[in-house]
């Protein structure tokens, strides 16, 4: 049983080890490190006090036990995770570029999440579940785009929140099925938590005003767009604010968003009010820049109030 559900990826990270490196030269990478985007998340949502469950698949391997063994530690409930003799956990290369840009390598889509499909999927296991987290990084096979159209349906009957956090690649809307099933999750979810520009590719418009006065109409309750060091902005039907980033010494940025929404839903979970959720949020976010490996700078609550004004 777990207050927040999520589905989806579950990787090691590999890192390059210089800023500059390329794939296709020889270089020095480090990692493993515990990664997915959704485990960053429930990760984080664990750290911070809320009981919180990622419906996954591990292969029967060092990689996979790597990242249960993770979660666990992190007091995530590891009952939802299923490993799989049949394939192998995803991989994720990362290499750093010298405007700050990040290029990827996956191997996900023919690993262990790729059998993720909607027979992982149990009524049950949401009825007593107050938020489940989509994130576009997941919806990458049919299988697992079924499996969280079945959730959603779940969620509809069991008065589940959902929230969602596009996370995606421009790319990604270049292949229909994909860009349909986006915009089926965002006019199913009840939290939109987007990038600045992910807003934008998604509502094809730049006016962020105006997009987000769209989707509070058509019944999302909250929207909050992260702005990286800029800090992030807010809105509810009766509230607007931005919150202003943390200064902090920036070493790796991946998961900073993930962390940020897993601390944003968990503090929602606990009761605590949309401002200071918010506000907790950014501070964690900008703790998680200040660690290298995806989930390193995951953070503890008392960790986070001590360092929000
Ligand atoms: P990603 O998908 O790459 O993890 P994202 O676009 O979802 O990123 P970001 O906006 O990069 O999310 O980061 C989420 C939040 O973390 C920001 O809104 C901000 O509160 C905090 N944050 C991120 N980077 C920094 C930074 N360099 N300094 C301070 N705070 C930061
Ligand atoms: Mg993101």
Same mark, same amino acid.
């Not at 419906?55 to 490993?83: C, H, P, T």
């Not at 290499?95 to 990040?102: A, C, L």
């Not at 262990?112 to 009825?127: C, N, Q, R, T, Y």
């Given at each position: 049983m777990?207050?927040?559900?999520?589905?989806?990826?579950?990787?090691? +990270?590999?890192?390059?080890? +210089?800023? =500059?490196?390329?794939?296709?030269?020889? =270089?020095?990478?480090?990692?493993?490190?515990?990664?997915?985007?959704?485990?960053?998340?429930?990760?984080?949502?664990?750290?911070? =006090?809320?009981?919180?469950?990622?419906?996954?698949?591990?292969?029967?391997?060092?990689?996979?036990?790597?990242?249960?063994?993770?979660?666990?530690?992190?007091?995530?409930?590891?009952?939802?995770?299923?490993?799989?003799?049949?394939?192998?956990?995803?991989?994720?290369?990362?290499?750093?570029? +010298?405007?700050?840009?990040?290029?990827?390598?996956?191997?996900?889509?023919?690993?262990?999440? =790729?059998?993720?499909?909607?027979?992982?999927?149990?009524? +049950?296991?949401?009825?007593?579940c107050n938020y489940f987290h989509v994130m576009g990084t997941s919806l990458f096979s049919e299988g697992i785009r079924q499996a969280v159209k079945k959730a959603i349906d779940c969620c509809k009957e069991t008065g589940t929140k959902v929230s969602f956090d596009p996370n995606m690649r421009k790319e990604l809307l270049q292949d229909p099925i994909m860009k349909e099933f986006l915009e089926y999750v965002l006019n199913n979810c009840d939290i939109f938590l987007p990038g600045g520009d992910e807003l934008e590719l998604l509502l094809g418009t730049n006016d962020e005003e105006k997009a987000v006065a769209h989707l509070l109409e058509k019944g999302v309750q909250y929207v909050i767009v992260k702005n990286g060091s800029k800090g992030c902005r807010a809105y509810c039907k009766e509230a607007s604010f931005t919150v202003e980033s943390l200064k902090v010494v920036e070493v790796d940025p991946t998961g900073a968003g993930d962390c940020f929404a897993g601390t944003f839903i968990s503090c929602m979970n606990q009761g605590i009010g949309f401002r200071q959720s918010v506000m907790y949020a950014n501070t964690a976010g900008a703790l998680a820049v200040t660690k290298k490996g995806p989930m390193e700078g995951n953070t503890h609550m008392e960790e986070i109030k001590g360092f929000t004004k």
């Open positions: 777990a207050d927040i559900l999520t589905i989806g990826e579950i990787l090691v +990270e590999v890192m390059a080890k +210089e800023v =500059g490196q390329r794939f296709d030269e020889t =270089g020095e990478f480090v990692g493993p490190f515990a990664s997915g985007a959704p485990a960053i998340f429930i990760d984080q949502a664990a750290k911070t =006090g809320s009981t919180a469950g990622i419906i996954a698949k591990i292969g029967n391997d060092a990689f996979g036990e790597l990242n249960y063994r993770k979660l666990e530690q992190d007091g995530v409930d590891v009952s939802f995770i299923q490993e799989t003799p049949l394939k192998s956990t995803g991989v994720a290369f990362v290499t750093y570029k +010298e405007d700050g840009d990040r290029d990827f390598i996956f191997h996900i889509q023919d690993s262990a999440s =790729g059998l993720i499909g909607p027979d992982d999927i149990k009524k +049950e296991d949401f009825v007593d």
